[in-house]
């Protein structure tokens, strides 16, 4: 079974709706991160999570919300999704100790916003 | 604050040649480097880093990159690809000083073509 897993995979929306998209890990670890990836722009952080209690923009988060669930849960939305929010969004989860540089990432979702 | 650079785009090669993928960074404190490799419809899996020691690092599949400090570098090479190897190679890089944030590059395609 994969450690980090994405729901929905794929996602097709249309402008003003609200979308969750969701994370879930089995590593025991206690940091989640949410990036985007554009074609050319690599990966931006969206939001990230150090514990339950701890959320923290990153650089992009404008238009986008976190929940931290869990420590194995953590979910993105777009209260009012729109066209440039269309991309592939990653999961992704880090330890603090032993291999605690290094991040896993889930598939992925690819969101089209219409 | 750190930033990368990945030098090209796209990089197509044939099979059995070697290839370089180029990825330069900057940073005002000491690093941690990384390659992820990413397939396609796939997530991104860490292939090598540095974070001290040897500068030069090497993976399970025949890559290899070298920390050059001087040259702020962190070059990907690998002395013959397959058709296998065909996907998109992510640099990255983190402060060693305590902070967390990874910095990920554009990205660059490998194309190993028959």
């Known amino acids: 079974d994969a450690d980090v897993t994405q729901t929905p995979r794929n996602r097709i929306t249309k402008t003003g709706k609200r979308i969750m998209l969701e994370c879930s890990q089995t590593?025991?670890?206690?940091?989640m991160y949410w990036y985007r990836q554009d074609p050319g722009l690599g990966l931006r952080l969206i939001y990230y999570?150090?514990?339950?209690?701890?959320?923290n923009k990153g650089e992009i988060s404008d238009g986008y919300s976190v929940s931290r669930q869990a420590q194995a849960k953590f979910s993105l939305s777009l209260e009012s999704a729109i066209p440039n929010q269309t991309a592939l969004y990653f999961c992704?989860?880090?330890?603090?100790?032993?291999?605690?540089?290094?991040?896993?990432f889930g598939p992925g979702t690819r969101l089209t916003v219409l | 604050a750190q930033s990368v650079t990945q030098l090209d785009s796209q990089v197509p090669v044939f099979e059995e040649a070697p290839v370089e993928l180029r990825c330069n960074y900057s940073?005002?404190?000491?690093?941690?480097l990384f390659w992820y490799v990413q397939y396609p419809n796939q997530g991104l899996q860490l292939l090598l880093k540095?974070?001290?020691?040897?500068?030069l690092v090497k993976s399970i599949n025949g890559f290899e990159a070298e920390f050059n400090k001087s040259q702020t570098s962190f070059h990907l090479r690998k002395p013959s690809v397959h058709i296998s190897d065909t996907a998109e190679y992510f640099c990255?890089?983190?402060?060693?000083?305590?902070?967390?944030?990874?910095?990920f590059g554009a990205g660059t395609r490998l194309f190993v073509k028959a």
């Open positions: 992704a989860t880090s330890g603090v100790t032993g291999t605690h540089n290094e991040q896993f």
């Open positions: 590593k025991g670890h206690d940091r």
């Open positions: 999570s150090f514990d339950v209690k701890d959320i």
């Open positions: 940073s005002s404190v000491s690093v941690y």
């Open positions: 540095y974070l001290s020691g040897s500068t």
């Open positions: 990255a890089v983190r402060g060693n000083t305590g902070g967390f944030k990874t910095i």
